[in-house]
């Protein structure tokens, strides 16, 4: 089972319910990564059972790497320091926000 947790950047307000880095639920594998055309963090699709890379699978690769909001692929994985898609400021851990698990 995955865990998403959330993340807010305290100096523009944005805040973002996500992973905060690699993953894995049931089938998916996800990673978090920023998009800079939506300007969001999202959780993109990067593998299946446990393993990142292709699958094999034509239907279910489409969809890897693929940010699920613009369904564009200018994603890039969210750096350790957890940078601001707004701002480039630091984001922290929101403990107020509810941690939400998945699949
Ligand atoms: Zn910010
Ligand atoms: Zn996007």
């Known amino acids: 089972?995955?865990?998403?947790?959330?993340?807010?950047?305290?100096?523009?307000g944005y805040a973002a319910t996500v992973s905060g880095g690699l993953d894995k639920g049931m089938v998916?594998?996800?990673?978090?990564m920023t998009c800079p055309d939506c300007m969001?963090?999202?959780?993109?699709?990067v593998g299946k059972y446990g393993e990142e890379g292709p699958t094999g699978d034509?239907?279910?690769?489409?969809?890897?790497?693929t940010c699920p909001n613009c369904h564009r692929r200018n994603v890039?994985?969210?750096m350790t320091n957890r940078p601001c898609p707004r701002c480039g400021k630091?984001?922290?851990?929101?403990h107020d926000v509810p941690k939400v698990n998945w699949d």
Do not use: Q
């Open 1 to 12: 089972m995955g865990t998403k947790f959330g993340f807010r950047c305290t100096d523009c």
């Open 28 to 32: 998916a594998v996800v990673r978090t």
């Open 40 to 45: 969001e963090i999202v959780d993109v699709l």
């Open 58 to 65: 034509p239907t279910y690769d489409r969809d890897l790497n």
């Open 76 to 78: 890039r994985p969210w």
């Open 90 to 94: 630091k984001m922290s851990l929101a």
